[in-house]
């Protein structure tokens, strides 16, 4: 199999899905000729024209609420989000329309529409550039949020994505976008929207990550068998719906459960991994659940070295692992 980066999986997903159905179509700031601030979508625009790549002014309002025009009379638009910093401006067309507008309708509609968003930080983008922002969809049924973590995936879960009926979220670690390589068929084939990954078993404990963090996770573990610490790492890759039996599978192997993602702390994504644990597997515990994430600042600093002292990391990741293991 070919090896792809992340950002090529993901241009590739968009290829084959435009060319299987005319209904597909992108929209977003300088998706057309210059293909994306990400490359995203080079040579979309010249392959399929100004009418199905289409430039957008800077209005996320507008690039959301023409999607779901567009999805409610049989279109399938994918929406980019230039950087997931920006889609605050169109977060009341996405909570309020497009995650509830099946359910006001008792079915009638649907809205089957992709809002891509690179997220995260890493890049030396500051605070606007940086933010992780998945945990403010988590929160709203209607929605799907799905994050993956390498190229197999994006490319399987975007083509799954467009062609779901329902609204999905699709956020990329941009980090990752040139970083995570790997092997991607280049025969038809789809990643179910729904379940995790067991990425790596292990024994001692579970570390439970998604997208750049997963990345991070794998090579922690890695560090770890070498020092005898067997770490079993799930990739969660649909936060919402999350899959709850693989998580609580793999605590009731292992015992102990370090949940890490790279938002801030507080109300941040893993607090959810943490309860689910905690109401249904408390029994099979032999440590309390540890989180490790961003600290409880306002955003990723512009500073490199203050950048580093933010991010989780492979060196992070593996001491709290240590730890854990030594409970």
């Given at each position: 199999?070919?090896?792809?980066?992340?950002?090529?999986?993901?241009?590739?997903?968009?290829?084959?899905?435009?060319?299987?159905?005319?209904?597909?179509?992108?929209?977003?700031?300088?998706?057309?000729?210059?293909?994306?601030?990400?490359?995203?979508?080079?040579?979309?625009?010249?392959?399929?024209?100004?009418?199905?790549?289409?430039?957008?002014?800077?209005?996320?309002?507008?690039?959301?609420?023409?999607?779901?025009?567009?999805?409610?009379?049989?279109?399938?638009?994918?929406?980019?989000?230039?950087?997931?910093?920006?889609?605050?401006?169109?977060?009341?067309?996405?909570?309020?329309?497009?995650?509830?507008?099946?359910?006001?309708?008792n079915g009638e509609w649907t809205v089957p529409m992709v809002i891509r968003a690179p997220y995260g930080g890493g890049i030396g983008g500051g605070l606007y550039?940086?933010?992780?922002?998945?945990?403010?969809?988590?929160?709203?049924?209607?929605?799907?949020?799905?994050?993956?973590?390498?190229?197999?995936?994006?490319?399987?879960?975007?083509?799954?994505?467009?062609?779901?009926?329902?609204?999905?979220?699709?956020?990329?670690?941009?980090?990752?976008?040139?970083?995570?390589?790997?092997?991607?068929?280049?025969?038809?084939?789809?990643?179910?929207?729904?379940?995790?990954?067991?990425?790596?078993?292990?024994?001692?404990?579970?570390?439970?990550?998604?997208?750049?963090?997963?990345?991070?996770?794998?090579?922690?573990?890695?560090?770890?068998?070498?020092?005898?610490?067997?770490?079993?790492?799930?990739?969660?890759?649909?936060?919402?719906?999350?899959?709850?039996?693989?998580?609580?599978?793999?605590?009731?192997?292992?015992?102990?459960?370090?949940?890490?993602?790279?938002?801030?702390?507080?109300?941040?994504?893993?607090?959810?991994?943490?309860?689910?644990?905690?109401?249904?597997?408390?029994?099979?515990?032999?440590?309390?659940?540890?989180?490790?994430?961003?600290?409880?600042?306002?955003?990723?600093?512009?500073?490199?070295?203050?950048?580093?002292?933010?991010?989780?990391?492979?060196?992070?990741?593996?001491?709290?692992?240590?730890?854990?293991?030594?409970?």
């Open positions: 199999m070919p090896e792809k980066t992340l950002v090529e999986a993901v241009r590739d997903a968009m290829d084959e899905e435009m060319a299987r159905d005319e209904n597909v179509f992108v929209v977003g700031e300088d998706v057309g000729q210059r293909g994306g601030v990400f490359r995203a979508t080079v040579g979309l625009f010249d392959k399929y024209g100004g009418e199905r790549v289409i430039d957008s002014p800077l209005a996320e309002l507008s690039i959301v609420g023409v999607s779901i025009g567009a999805a409610l009379y049989g279109m399938k638009p994918i929406a980019e989000i230039q950087f997931g910093d920006f889609i605050f401006p169109a977060m009341n067309q996405i909570v309020s329309e497009a995650a509830k507008m099946t359910y006001r309708s550039h940086s933010q992780s922002i998945e945990a403010f969809f988590t929160h709203v049924p209607g929605l799907k949020v799905v994050i993956p973590s390498n190229p197999y995936d994006a490319k399987g879960l975007l083509k799954s994505a467009v062609r779901d009926p329902n609204p999905v979220i699709f956020m990329e670690p941009k980090k990752g976008y040139r970083l995570i390589r790997g092997e991607v068929p280049d025969e038809e084939f789809l990643v179910p929207i729904g379940p995790a990954k067991i990425s790596r078993s292990g024994s001692d404990l579970s570390i439970f990550a998604y997208g750049m963090m997963h990345y991070y996770a794998m090579a922690a573990a890695e560090q770890l068998e070498k020092e005898g610490i067997s770490a079993e790492v799930i990739d969660l890759r649909t936060l919402y719906p999350v899959d709850r039996q693989t998580i609580l599978e793999s605590v009731k192997r292992t015992g102990k459960a370090l949940i890490v993602h790279e938002d801030n702390l507080t109300g941040g994504y893993g607090g959810e991994i943490a309860a689910i644990i905690a109401e249904h597997a408390f029994t099979d515990l032999d440590a309390p659940v540890r989180r490790l994430a961003g600290p409880d600042v306002p955003g990723v600093p512009f500073s490199h070295p203050m950048q580093e002292w933010f991010m989780v990391n492979e060196e992070k990741i593996a001491d709290a692992a240590r730890k854990l293991a030594q409970y």
